[in-house]
């Protein structure tokens, strides 16, 4: 079936270093993908997509990899900051349309200084 | 900044009885959905509405739930008969196309 999946359930790292987080997906016809950030008691919160004709998208100290031929999404951090300590969820579009997404099992970052 | 808003922010329910959630989409926003999230569990779709009716549900979305659009500003999630296992996180999401906003969530705890 559809599943979206995380390698690493805890990534630690110093402040000011670069972060990457990883997810793999399964579906083949997933044509477009969300990274979100949760943090404590709040909803997701969108940071960057990219979608399936693309295999590198670049936000503001963000960057999404998108490697179709293993199927594997991840999300770097350039000088990870205290403030980006949450967890990260990487979600796909397996239908193509606005209707649903599928979310990955999450990455807690956590950021020392 | 426009926000997608939730009320209540937590519900206290007892199984059997029936609890609706509320939400406020974003007002120029044509697709909504819910998706809840067991504690310490990934986030899961539950039900995607446009056009004043559901356009897509996932296995979770049974004969228990409901959703409705009573007027133009608020979307419900209505579950009739609450159990335990309804224990959740529920976020309302709207979009104008294909990326949602997500609000803050109810957190529904079924005693």
């Known amino acids: 079936g559809e599943s979206v999946g995380l390698h690493l359930p805890t990534l630690s790292v110093q402040e000011g270093d670069n972060s990457i987080i990883n997810c793999a997906y399964s579906?083949?016809?997933?044509?477009?993908f969300i990274w979100y950030k949760q943090e404590s008691g709040k909803g997701p919160q969108f940071i960057i997509d990219?979608?399936?004709?693309?295999d590198k998208r670049q936000g503001q100290r963000v960057t999404v990899l998108l490697n179709k031929t293993v199927k594997h999404l991840s999300l770097q951090i350039a000088a990870t900051q205290p403030g980006d300590s949450a967890v990260y969820f990487c979600?796909?579009?397996?239908?193509?349309?606005?209707?649903?997404?599928?979310f990955g099992a999450g990455t807690r970052l956590a950021v020392h200084p | 900044e426009p926000e997608v808003t939730q009320t209540p922010s937590h519900q206290v329910t007892q199984m059997g009885q029936e609890v609706i959630l509320r939400c406020v989409p974003i007002?120029?926003?044509?697709?909504f959905y819910w998706y809840r999230q067991i504690l310490g569990q990934k986030v899961e779709f539950l039900v995607s509405?446009?056009?004043?009716?559901?356009?897509?549900k996932s296995e979770i979305f049974d004969d228990q739930f409901s959703v409705e659009r009573p007027d133009g500003s608020n979307f419900t999630l209505k579950i009739r008969s609450t159990k335990l296992e309804d224990s959740a996180m529920y976020f309302c999401?709207?979009?104008?196309?294909?990326?949602?906003?997500f609000g803050s969530g109810t957190r529904l705890t079924v005693v």
């Open positions: 999401a709207s979009s104008p196309t294909g990326v949602g906003t």
């Open positions: 579906n083949s016809a997933s044509d477009y």
């Open positions: 990219i979608r399936s004709n693309m």
């Open positions: 979600a796909e579009n397996p239908s193509g349309g606005y209707n649903k997404l599928i």
């Open positions: 007002s120029n926003h044509l697709y």
């Open positions: 509405f446009y056009n004043n009716e559901i356009s897509e």
